[in-house]
């Protein structure tokens, strides 16, 4: 199986354990100070993690990176905003539409071409994305639902400055200025309405910065790797991980609809780790 695909599929991972978190941290605590914490934990981690593998910060690039922090900062609050405003299952249809955004972006911005059995892949991944989340279902058309979408436009935008950056720069950089700008940019937000969370809180807290940081390291290994377009559909695996927690933590039994929806997701993504998008 490609590397790309292997960090993909643990950035997924980890990344529906990073939410499951969220949701349970924002019912006490406000958003923008969950997204503040996680980036401050985050921070310090990375900046040991460059120490210890001698990583030196770039003396050039330095408009891109501080665009890849401000707006991975940028999408961390709008993000989890919406977890803690809508039910999960809608900020997860919401999120779905990154990858077709990230993937017509890489297209026109980093000229990557798309072979007719990627975009085939493309389809199979997002049928099974649809019919998992059943969007008919939605229930919260709102002013909170608008911050789900420029979320999922923001994030599309990140995935193509990281792979852009990701040919030129240290994981651990991007990384770097992305935890400085999440750590950052929700500080206005809570600078008078802070609360102290309580031991249990700040411990979960801690969990969520490290799970964080795992997710972020793995994601962008996964496009220094591979293209925008495979790891964005790989992506897609992501909703049958929260399907998983939902059930096991939850009690969420799985319809017909998500053993259908999942079982199309899984074999887009099989089908990608056994061959190489190249163009046809």
Request: glycine fraction near 6%; aromatic fraction near 12%.
């Amino acid at each position: 199986m490609k590397h790309g695909i292997v960090f993909t599929l643990l950035a997924s991972l980890v990344f529906s354990i990073m939410n499951a978190l969220v949701k349970a941290l924002t019912l006490t605590i406000p958003p923008a100070e969950v997204a503040f914490f996680r980036g401050a934990i985050g921070l310090v981690l990375i900046y040991y993690l460059m120490r210890r593998a001698k990583v030196n910060f770039s003396t050039s690039g330095i408009p891109m990176l501080m665009l890849r922090g401000l707006l991975g900062g940028l999408y961390v609050v709008t993000y989890f905003y919406t977890l803690s405003k809508i039910p999960l299952v809608d900020v997860i249809i919401l999120a779905r539409l990154s990858p077709v955004m990230a993937i017509l972006l890489s297209a026109l911005i980093l000229k990557e071409t798309l072979s007719r059995r990627t975009w085939g892949l493309f389809g199979l991944a997002f049928t099974g994305a649809m019919v998992t989340i059943n969007p008919f279902q939605f229930s919260d058309y709102s002013i909170n639902a608008l911050f789900g979408l420029l979320s999922a436009a923001i994030s599309a935008c990140v995935a193509v400055v990281v792979r852009y950056l990701s040919t030129r720069h240290h994981p651990y950089e991007i990384i770097f200025y992305f935890m400085a700008a999440a750590t950052l940019v929700p500080l206005p937000m809570i600078w008078h309405n802070f609360i102290i969370p309580t031991h249990t809180e700040l411990l979960y807290l801690m969990i969520l910065g490290v799970v964080a940081l795992l997710g972020q390291i793995f994601l962008t290994r996964a496009f220094s790797h591979d293209r925008v377009a495979v790891v964005e559909i790989v992506r897609y695996i992501g909703i049958i991980y929260n399907t998983i927690w939902g059930f096991l933590f939850w009690n969420e039994v799985p319809d017909q609809f998500t053993i259908l929806g999942g079982s199309l997701i899984i074999g887009a993504c099989i089908a990608l780790s056994r061959k190489s998008s190249s163009k046809k």
